[in-house]
C-alpha cells in the first residue's frame, strides 16, 4: 500500500495577500471523467485534469482494468473507453492510495462486473468506512465484504444487479454516485432520494456522455442499461482548492485576490454563502463554460468578519471547504456554530477533531460537538499544529498565517499532492510567507 513521506510546513504572518492566480482542474470531475471515460463506447479527451496523486490513482485503477489511456500533457487525458462488457480482471489489488472519492466511486463502476476485484489504499484510506456504500449496493444484488466495514473491498463478480428505490440517510455525493454507477449495469429503474442537495457531478457527467437522468424534488431517477458515448470534457478550476484563497483574500487582500476559471457548481459553492453571511466582500463573475460544469472568476476582498451560526442547509454544499470556513470563524468578531457537519468524521481524519485540536493549538477557543464546532473568534496566536496527515487541514493552517501573530509549523502535509499540486507555490504567488521543510 502506498505511503507518502512526513513532511512539514512553516507558514510566517504577513499582513496582506494578493494578486490574480489559477487552481489546479476540479478533483471530483477528473475522478468522474475518468471513470465513465473508461467504459463509455469511443474515445475521451479530458482537458484541465487535475494530475494530482489522488487522480492518477484512478488513472492507474483503470489502466488496471484494461483501459488504454494517453496522456500528451499533464492536463491532457485522452481515454479510449472499452464500452459496457469491456473491463476486464486486474492482475493485482487495486490501490487506490489516499483517494476516498475514487474507492467508493469504483465500488459502484465494479459492482456488477463479470469478475472479482479487490480495493485497497493508504494507512489512512484503510481506516476509512466503507459500509455506507456497500449496504445500498448489496440491495441492488451486489456481493461485497470489507474488514469490520473498512477496506480492503472485495467485491464478487458475477453478480446480478437490480435497480431500487433507496433514501439516503444522510447527505452523501459519493454514496449516491456509486449507487448510480452500479445503476449503469442494473435492470430496471433505479431512484435514490437524498434528505438535502449534494454535489450532483456525476448526473452532470452522465448526461453528458449522453444518459438519460430525471430528477423529480430531491430524488434523481436512472434507467439502467444505457450505453455510454465518449465525448470531451473541461475540467473547470477546482473550487475546493480555490476555498483556501478565496477565505486569504477576505482575511488579508484590500485591494483584492482574484482565483480565475473555478468551477461554481451550485452544489458546490456554500461556502460563498457562508462567508456572505459572515459579512465577506466577495465577487463572482460568470464565464462562458464548455461543458456541463459552470465557471466564473472569483475575486474576495479583506473586511470585518462576524460569528454566525451557520444554517444546516448549506453544511453539505460545503463538506470539504469546512476546514477552512473554520479558519474564517477564527478570525472572525464574536462566535460561529456549525452543526450538521457529523461527514467531517471520516474524511482522510476526522477533520471536525483534526480542526479542534490545531484551533486550540494556535490559541483558538473552540468546542468540538459530535456534528460540528463552536469557534469564539478573535484571531490565532501561532503555534505548531498536526494536519493527522489531511490536506485540507494543512492547507487550513496555512492560510491562518495571514491572521496569525506568529508563525504556524503545520507538520504531516506529504498528502497535499493528493488534491493541490504546487499549492506552495501557489501561496506564496499571492504573498503568503510559506516554507516547505523535511520530513516531521
Do not use: W
Request: hydrophobic residues 45%.
Amino acid at each position: 500500500m502506498s505511503e507518502l513521506p512526513r513532511r512539514r510546513y512553516l507558514a510566517a504572518p504577513v499582513s496582506t495577500v494578493g494578486g490574480t492566480l489559477s487552481v489546479p482542474g476540479d478533483k471530483s470531475v477528473s475522478h468522474r471523467a475518468l471513470m465513465l471515460g473508461g467504459i463509455a463506447a469511443g474515445t475521451t479527451r479530458i482537458r484541465g485534469f487535475l494530475d494530482s496523486a489522488d487522480c492518477l490513482a484512478t488513472l492507474s485503477a483503470l489502466r488496471a482494468l484494461g483501459v488504454r489511456i494517453e496522456q500528451p500533457g499533464r492536463q491532457e487525458i485522452v481515454v479510449h473507453g472499452t464500452g459496457p462488457p469491456g473491463l476486464r480482471a486486474s492482475a493485482a489489488p487495486l490501490d487506490l492510495g489516499n483517494a476516498g472519492t475514487a474507492i467508493r466511486l469504483f465500488m459502484g463502476l465494479l459492482a456488477g462486473q463479470s469478475f472479482s476485484s479487490t480495493l485497497i489504499g493508504d494507512e489512512s484510506l484503510m481506516r476509512r468506512p466503507m459500509e455506507r456504500v456497500a449496504q445500498p449496493l448489496r440491495l441492488m444484488g451486489a456481493r461485497i465484504d470489507t474488514r469490520e466495514g473498512r477496506p480492503p473491498v472485495l467485491l464478487h463478480g458475477g453478480a446480478s444487479l437490480q435497480g431500487i428505490d433507496y433514501a439516503l440517510p444522510m447527505a452523501s455525493a459519493q454514496v449516491k454516485s456509486a449507487i448510480l454507477l452500479a445503476a449503469l449495469r442494473s435492470r430496471g429503474i433505479t431512484r435514490v432520494s437524498e434528505p438535502a442537495p449534494t454535489r450532483d457531478h456525476t448526473e452532470r457527467m452522465l448526461a453528458g456522455f449522453g444518459a438519460q437522468l430525471q430528477r423529480q424534488g430531491a430524488t434523481v431517477e436512472f434507467a439502467g442499461g444505457q450505453t455510454l458515448r465518449g465525448t470531451e470534457i473541461q475540467v473547470p478550476g477546482d473550487f475546493s482548492s480555490a476555498a483556501f484563497f478565496i477565505v486569504a483574500g477576505c482575511l488579508a487582500a484590500p485591494t483584492g485576490l482574484t482565483v480565475r476559471g473555478v468551477g461554481v457548481n451550485p452544489t458546490r459553492t456554500g461556502l460563498l454563502d457562508m462567508l456572505r453571511l459572515m459579512g465577506a466582500r466577495i465577487s463572482v463573475t460568470p464565464l462562458a463554460a464548455a461543458g456541463p460544469e459552470p465557471l466564473a472568476d472569483i475575486t474576495a476582498y479583506a473586511g470585518a468578519l462576524r460569528g454566525v451560526a451557520i444554517p444546516r442547509e448549506l453544511v453539505p454544499l460545503a463538506i470539504d471547504e469546512l476546514p477552512v470556513l473554520f479558519i474564517a470563524a477564527a478570525c472572525a468578531e464574536g462566535e460561529t456554530l456549525v452543526t450538521g457537519a457529523e461527514e467531517l468524521r471520516v474524511k482522510e481524519s476526522d477533520r471536525l477533531a483534526a480542526m479542534a485540536q490545531g484551533l486550540a493549538a494556535t490559541g483558538v477557543q473552540c468546542e468540538l460537538l459530535p456534528d460540528g464546532l463552536r469557534i469564539q473568534g478573535g484571531g490565532l496566536r501561532g503555534g505548531r499544529v498536526d494536519s493527522h496527515g489531511d490536506h485540507r487541514v494543512a492547507m487550513s493552517f496555512a492560510i491562518a498565517s495571514v491572521r496569525a501573530r506568529e508563525a504556524i509549523e503545520i507538520t504531516d502535509v506529504a498528502n497535499v499532492a493528493t488534491s493541490f499540486p504546487g499549492f506552495p507555490g501557489a501561496a506564496r504567488r499571492v504573498g503568503l510567507a510559506l516554507d516547505e521543510g523535511g520530513s516531521s
